[in-house]
């Protein structure tokens, strides 16, 4: 984990950091999985406030920290907001094409349910 | 799940009832990651005791439930042996890509460190 000397500055794991095992585990639940679509659709940072959950804050700050210290996404504070964004450079670079096959089947599980890939 | 009439038949879910998150879970386990990896490698059914693995016979047991139940894997008696194979039909025509994009992960993660695939 990198030191985090500003109390605002999250700890990240580095790229060597990042395991496998840790991804797949954060992509394994429901909400966050669903997060890391609309996150790969809309291509941008996104405010944690821009995703329409089905769970408590609590929950939704759990979930974005899984995510976060699996190495999926990085948060980073801009004024008030916490802002995320996939971390797609370095899990293609890690894990060549993990990420697009996990997108792939959210999507194609969501239509086999007539259901947005967003909503997977 | 299909109805186990025989006790030594094994429940598993039907290829429409497997589920990419239940997938992505069993995955997320080194020891489990492990026995995908090697069953992969020998494309073979293989009994349980044929896995060298760093856990008690109990822990190993669950493992291959979690597999059995998520659809990663068939467990079949053939006379006293349960006996293990990969559903890769299965997973391939749900999700195409997915099973070899996780197994190339694992031997680029295993390469990393020094240790053969198998051993991911």
Redesign the interface.
């Known amino acids: 984990m990198t030191t985090a000397t500003n109390p605002r500055a999250l700890d990240h794991p580095t790229r060597e950091e990042i ?4 991804v ?2 954060a ?4 909400v966050r ?1 669903r997060i890391v679509c609309h996150m790969a659709h809309e291509a941008t940072e996104l405010a944690c406030s821009y995703f329409d959950l089905p769970v408590t804050k609590s929950t939704t700050t759990h979930h974005f920290r899984v995510l976060r210290e699996s190495g999926v996404i990085q948060q980073i504070y801009r004024g008030t907001a916490k802002m995320n964004a996939l971390r797609r450079e370095d899990l293609d670079a ?5 990420l ?3 997108l ?3 999507g ?2 969501a239509s086999r349910q007539g259901r947005p890939a967003e909503d ?1």
């Open positions: 395991r496998l095992e840790g797949l585990h992509l394994s639940d429901p999985l890690l894990f060549p094409g993990l697009d096959s996990v792939e089947a959210a194609a599980q997977a």
